[in-house]
């Protein structure tokens, strides 16, 4: 009877066991004909295709928009539509060209012999050159030579600090170039500061700085002068030529310093007349109808009262038929009978007004409020007004159309009320 039992529960274990293997091995089957049956439509509805001149025709039939389970790759979407050409060993695919790209930025054939390799973009080598600095190249012919220096206020320390850092092409009398630098804050003409002087070399790196002690509120009125002399065998200074620099608040806005360069101008020779003299320029520029004068700088004035309490400025005029046109003033310089402004104003003048325009630039001083008195005048402008030297000025701006002319002029006395 036991063995009976035995017997009958080995072969419920046995059929139990051979079940569990043919459902295991059904299921098995089953998965790779489900996913051969997936392959096959997936190519029958995205991939398969008419080739036309070598390239693979979409069908008009529905796309695959998802991942069918199972299957390793499915085109995307948005490439569905796009000509794809079957490569070959060897070659290697581009990216496609976007109409947007301009033509620099577009990829390029390979021309060179580096077997089968291929360029997908270029670099434009013109966004990576440095612009080219011509401060040290273009020098205007009868350049007396050219100073770099750089400038920068500290408000809080109530410090102007100035940097000379290098001149070129230094224009000595004779022998061999000697240079130094002296510093001058305008219109203190009594204190200077000095460089070391430099030794046989007409473009010396300076490479000093120096500090100046002045207030908030009158470094806009103040002038830097740099003069740079040849020192000879005899320890006798010659003058080279000058540079005139107007501290304005431009100049001295932010927290770095401001490098600058400037060319040398010369000394003028000739003693200041009765009532002082006074330099600008002039430009006319017919494509714009505009005059534009740059006053620069007057020298012996005949002030007044005591140059510690006084101002100086430039009143600029425009008149048509000896009447007045319109009015410009230049800043007020304290206290100096020597003044540097080196300010441009343009006037909106046609050239069928030339002939009976005419400009008056006159020289003021402020006694404080309102008063002001007259120290001298100039007027240029055509035939029928001026004659000499000012008359010269006007013709050769005419002559030399955008170009700046610049000269010094003869104040005249202001005529009486």
């Not at 998965?31 to 190519?43: I, Q």
């Not at 500061?193 to 030794?199: A, G, T, V």
């Amino acid at each position: 009877m036991a063995e009976q039992v035995a017997l009958v529960i080995g072969g419920l274990t046995g059929g139990l066991l051979l079940l569990l293997l043919l459902i295991c091995v059904s299921c098995w089957l089953w998965k790779k004909l489900r996913a051969t049956f997936t392959y096959e439509e997936l190519l029958g509805s995205t991939a398969a295709s008419c080739i036309q001149g070598g390239k693979l025709c979409p069908p008009q039939a529905r796309t695959q928009t998802s991942r069918p389970p199972a299957v390793p790759f499915v085109v995307p979407p948005s490439l569905q539509d796009r000509d794809r050409v079957p490569l070959h060993s060897g070659e290697r695919a581009q990216a496609p060209r976007d109409p947007c790209l301009g033509p620099e930025l577009l990829p390029h054939p390979s021309s060179s012999s580096f077997g089968n390799t291929g360029v997908v973009g270029t670099v434009n080598p013109e966004l990576y050159k440095f612009l080219e600095d011509k401060s040290e190249t273009d020098f205007p012919d009868g350049c007396l030579g050219r100073l770099w220096f750089s400038v920068e206020y500290q408000r809080e320390a109530e410090r102007l600090l100035v940097g000379l850092l290098k001149a070129r092409r230094l224009q000595a009398p004779s022998e061999t170039c000697s240079p130094l630098v002296k510093l001058h804050l305008l219109p203190d003409e009594r204190r200077f500061l000095q460089s070391k002087p430099r030794r046989k070399t007409s473009n010396p790196q300076f490479d000093e700085h120096f500090i100046f002690q002045v207030s908030s509120k009158s470094v806009t009125q103040r002038v830097l002068r740099f003069s740079v002399y040849h020192v000879d065998r005899q320890r006798k200074h010659q003058l080279l030529g000058q540079v005139f620099f107007p501290l304005r608040n431009e100049t001295l806005a932010g927290d770095c310093p401001h490098v600058i360069w400037r060319d040398l101008e010369a000394e003028s020779g000739e003693p200041p007349s009765e009532f002082g003299d006074l330099q600008f320029c002039l430009s006319y520029n017919d494509c714009l109808c505009r005059l534009t004068v740059v006053v620069l700088r007057a020298k012996g004035l005949r002030l007044q009262e005591d140059t510690s309490f006084v101002s100086v400025f430039v009143k600029v005029s425009l008149m048509n038929h000896n009447k007045f046109v319109k009015c410009k003033k230049t800043s007020a310089v304290l206290g100096s009978a020597n003044p540097v402004y080196s300010e441009t104003f343009s006037f909106k003048a046609d050239p069928a007004e030339l002939d009976t325009a005419s400009l008056s630039l006159t020289v003021l001083q402020s006694a404080g409020g309102e008063t002001s008195h007259q120290l001298g005048r100039v007027v240029v402008g055509p035939y029928m007004y001026t004659r000499g030297r000012q008359l010269e000025h006007w013709d050769e701006m005419l002559s030399k159309p955008k170009e700046l002319v610049k000269r010094w002029h003869a104040l005249c006395p202001a005529p009486e009320p």
